[in-house]
């Protein structure tokens, strides 16, 4: 049975670019799921238009 | 057996090569220029918040700097100082760096808008585009103004992170915005009067090249001068106080010292001690923008003991 070849610089450089992609990923994930525990927490507004009156939403004037 | 080193490619670039693409060191700079803002700005922001905001305005500068290195690739090949960057050293192709550029640019900002609000996130898309289009497309190659004129890309961060915490625009950041922008020209200048064979060499024309080294003193003077008022006013704003004022009046004193020095020299007396006195006030130059808003940053923290501000 053959040997495996030995490993190229050229692997060490691609390992590195994925791992540097998913942790990067993996941060943004955490980071967004930070930020939306902290908007929920506050109570910012929590619905948007969605092309339906939604009569919840409407501010009364002077408001 | 089939083997991946079939697709071998000696220049495949490492996940290194593209954080250099976002160019780390000028956005060093744009996080602590907006980080002042978020933090003098009279409203307190959710650490999250802050924080979000910040490294999406860092991720938007970084944007920028990959398509300024995609659209300047063939010059940036040209001169000492540049062409290491990953693009001209065959590292990663221009077409990624577009890529990059342009996802980067797209997230930063509908990020920044879902984080902070849609002013920051507006004046965000308007800094990429005024540094990738307006100073790297049009005005970079085409008039000698182009430091003045770009710097305006350079001195928007301060005003971004005002905006992510009041979500306006007022007095306060348009003074941090002047301040920059008037900084700018001297300090590139005073680089450019000795680092002549780069700009010369890729054609690019910097004051040095079309109206001459003596043109560009008496430019380094004149801003300089102008640009001490714009500093000093901002020491009586409500992010000012004695701190700042003390600090802005010393730093502007010794900058028109350092560009009077550059003015009264011509280039036989500057080839002498190889470009001593524009090399100091080049270093100061560094000094002088990161002490200004140190002191901001000073006057802002010392503000909850009664100590910052007037």
Redesign the interface.
């Known amino acids: 049975m053959a040997a495996f070849?030995p490993e190229?610089e050229?692997?060490k450089?691609?390992l590195?670019?994925n791992?540097?992609?998913g942790v990067t990923l993996g941060l943004f994930i955490v980071?967004v799921f930070?930020?939306t525990?902290?908007k929920v927490t506050?109570g910012d507004p929590m619905q948007a238009f969605d092309h339906k009156v939604r009569p919840e939403m409407a501010t009364e004037e002077g408001q | 057996m089939s083997?991946?080193?079939a697709f071998?490619?000696p220049g495949?670039?490492?996940?290194?090569d593209?954080v250099q693409l976002l160019k780390p060191r000028v956005m060093s700079l744009v996080v602590f220029t907006a980080l002042v803002g978020l933090l003098v700005a009279p409203v307190t922001v959710?650490p999250?918040?802050a924080f979000?905001s910040i490294?999406f305005v860092a991720l938007g500068a970084g944007a920028s700097g990959a398509l300024n290195m995609w659209w300047d690739a063939d010059i940036d090949a040209v001169m000492r100082r540049t062409k290491g960057r990953p693009v001209p050293a065959g590292k990663v192709e221009a077409g990624e760096a577009l890529a990059v550029g342009l996802a980067l640019s797209g997230l930063s900002v509908v990020m920044l808008g879902?984080?902070a609000n849609w002013l920051a996130a507006g004046l965000l898309a308007f800094t990429i585009f005024f540094y990738a289009v307006v100073y790297s497309m049009w005005l970079k190659r085409s008039t000698p103004q182009n430091i003045v004129i770009g710097g305006a890309a350079g001195a928007f961060p301060p005003m971004v992170g005002w905006a992510c915490a009041t979500g306006s625009v007022s007095i306060e950041s348009l003074l941090m915005f002047a301040l920059i922008f008037m900084w700018t020209p001297p300090h590139f200048w005073a680089l450019a009067l000795f680092m002549k064979d780069d700009y010369s060499k890729a054609g690019v024309p910097m004051l040095t090249v079309t109206h001459g080294r003596k043109a560009t003193r008496n430019h380094i003077l004149a801003y300089t001068l102008l640009l001490a008022p714009v500093a000093v006013a901002a020491g009586f704003t409500s992010i000012g106080g004695p701190i700042y004022l003390t600090a802005a009046v010393l730093l502007n004193a010794w900058f028109i010292i350092g560009a009077w020095r550059i003015w009264r020299r011509d280039e036989a007396a500057a080839e002498a001690d190889s470009y001593a006195v524009e090399k100091s006030v080049f270093r100061f130059s560094l000094y002088y923008l990161f002490l200004h808003f140190g002191a901001f940053l000073a006057e802002a923290a010392l503000r909850p003991y009664g100590l910052g501000g007037w």
Do not use: K, N, T
């Not at chain 2, 495949?12 to 290194?16: D, I, S, Y």
């Open positions: 070849p190229h050229l692997h450089r691609r590195g670019r791992v540097g992609v980071l930070a930020l525990v902290v506050r | 083997d991946i080193r071998e490619q495949e670039a490492g996940f290194g593209y959710h999250v918040i979000s490294l879902l984080a």
